[in-house]
């Protein structure tokens, strides 16, 4: 304990200030509970206010604006009801309850709507569609979506609206999937065409497959399956179905031997 004290006063201020702005939120709230000289540096409001901002910046207003949030006051007074924190703290954590809320609902809906690890595409698409009315941003998406312990259709989704709605650059998409490490996730995902016409006579519809990995999805190297993605049962198109892909043989055979070892 002495130790401790004496390594917090050794810092000085603004270089520990310095080193806690530049931390995750988990591990903000995890200095914080080191010592009382790091839990009030990390209860700080500049500190909140900035991982806030960093989080939810589509909250923040243009810089010509009057104001460069919006209205912190009466976000705050609805803030203090749900959380015994005070300024931007307590914000952060009302605002984060609020879309974890959302998120059990659209992962609630998701769930009712698989059948047999398979997912139809208007269903799929409506999901999408609501993470963008529920305003969610990047981190929200990596904090309740890209999961490893999520069902691979879940990160699909989330995959999905960060590439569609976002359009965040490939490899900020990357560097989430791999420190997440589902980058090698893969789904199947399937959908049936119009039969062409030959002679005055309309051919079987036909049905294609393809297995992809949210990597390449990421990547933009399977553009047909992001197409089929993008439009769902249209036009041509006559439905889309997306499902969790079987592990190969190899696969199996792998995981085999590394719980042998």
């Not at 005055?200 to 933009?220: I, N």
């Amino acid at each position: 304990m002495n130790d401790s004290k004496y390594m917090d006063s050794s810092i000085p201020d603004d270089i520990a200030l310095k080193l806690v702005s530049s931390l995750q939120v988990w591990d903000v709230c995890s200095l914080g509970s080191c010592s009382r000289f790091w839990q009030e540096l990390c209860g700080l409001d500049c500190v909140w206010s900035s991982l806030y901002k960093d989080r939810w910046p589509q909250l923040i207003l243009d810089n010509n604006q009057e104001s460069s949030v919006l209205d912190f006051d009466h976000a705050h007074q609805l803030s203090q009801s749900e959380s015994s924190s005070q300024g931007w703290r307590g914000l952060y954590i009302g605002k984060h309850n609020e879309m974890a809320g959302k998120a059990a609902t659209v992962v609630e809906f998701l769930e009712k709507c698989l059948n047999s690890e398979s997912i139809e595409v208007g269903q799929y698409l409506k999901a999408i569609k609501d993470l963008y009315t529920m305003q969610f941003g990047f981190k929200d998406v990596q904090m309740f979506f890209l999961k490893a312990e999520s069902n691979v259709l879940l990160n699909l989704v989330g995959l999905h609206y960060c590439i569609s709605w976002l359009r965040l650059p490939p490899e900020h998409i990357l560097e989430a999937l791999e420190s997440c490490k589902i980058l090698e996730r893969k789904v199947c995902v399937q959908w049936w065409t119009l039969g062409r016409w030959f002679y005055g006579f309309r051919m079987r519809d036909e049905s294609h497959s393809r297995e992809v990995s949210l990597g390449d999805l990421a990547r933009a190297k399977e553009e047909e399956v992001l197409a089929v993605l993008y439009r769902g049962a249209i036009y041509e198109v006559l439905r889309v179905r997306i499902s969790v892909a079987k592990p190969s043989i190899a696969h199996w055979t792998r995981q085999n031997l590394n719980t042998c070892h």
